[in-house]
């Protein structure tokens, strides 16, 4: 099984380390990262700068390829640029804090497997809902138990899959959850500060607002100590309200 | 009415001037947009340096605030720390170039009115479908429309508006349809060379690749010069395959 990993932490990170030395276990695997931390970055592409590729040791060993771009940029290069042939699946992690709720859509974590499934490769991100003293090793091990179970089972062609793992003991783990995604989400507050020349500047702080959500949904299941995974697709049309918006055709 | 402008094109932009005059007609105009082009940013934001804001002149008068961030940093900064109160309605556009497709995921355009719509002000994105030589006239005149309707009609909650106008002579579009996303993509190539210093790099580049799509895709509407409006929401979970996936409990 070809294997590619990528994330938005970059290449240094623990979590995709974690993940590497878990999938090796399973077949050939292939690192295409960004060479710094790429965190918030959407589904960003680059387009105006010229994307570099550098070879990185580790352990005295190659362990896989740098890029200068987001965590989309990887997974394209890494497609189309970098490997010979298409992997049989990309896993994108593991990522250092949750991917929940309404804030999925600013996750590069999440577009880098968004990126793989376009290219119609079966993909997943995996996130350790945690920032601080991650122990990556059971959300790894889940991770490798969870390609083991898509080469076998395989995905839609156009679904990937969001995996939340709780920061918890493994034995405190209940479970796995199929989950949608909440109406969670960040309540931003810019801290307003002056610069030594007097000049102002901005820094985007803030704090997550949990929306009601049940049972089902994405935080509320990794809150009760449940792995959860969200089925997720990339076409956003509101189809409830297309029928709907057709009435105002008259009107315009 | 206050009316809150931003844009991926950069505040210097003819699109987004475009817009303005038409806005300006009906109320209340503030431009908060990006200090460069920011296209493909997807949903980025700027989280590892401090946004600052410029207050911009054009024609003798304050024009705008620029602010160096992305579309999503200027709808976030603009409506948290800009703006005295919330406006009533927020606008995109006019982007130079089509938001169509699966290319929609990359767009910083439909993004900033994605932003919007979590804040819980109604907002839409426009795009001129061309590249060179824009006329913003009539799309500027469009929005301006859809802004009333708006106004009047309102949006779902958690639902914003894609709109896309074919740059074709007024007397050319053949009216307006109610879309949906559909599956075209970009295939990318990267096209591989060395700096004056031998060292490689790559240049994303590629093509459309228009998939078969029924008459109420948004591409095939624009293709046929309809201007599009496909609804977008930002829930990403994939609903009809929550069933199947949860078979998969009993085997990880």
Redesign the interface.
Known sequence: MKILLTNDDGINSEGIYSLYGQAKKLGDVTIVAPDA?Q??????????Q????KEIMRNRHFYGYAVNGTP??CV??GV??ILKSKPDIIVSGINLGPNLG?D???SGTV?AA?EGT?LGIPSFAISLVTYKNPDYEYAASFAR??IR?IAR?GL?Q??L?NVNVPAVPKDKIK??K?T??S?S?FI???D??KDPRE??????TGEMSRMEGDGEADDVAVKENYIS???????????G??GE??K??T??
Chains 1, 2 share one sequence.
């Open positions: 931390e965190s918030a970055v959407g589904h960003a592409i680059t387009l105006s010229p994307l570099r590729v989309a940029d394209k290069l189309r640029a309404t999925v859509i600013y577009s968004t376009i138990r969870l179970l089972q839609p156009d679904t899959l479970g796995v199929i949608h995604q109406k989400r931003e507050v810019f307003k500060r000049r102002t500047y901005y820094w985007l995974i969200t089925p997720i697709h990339f076409d956003m049309t509101d189809y309200y297309l918006l057709k105002w055709l009107l315009l």
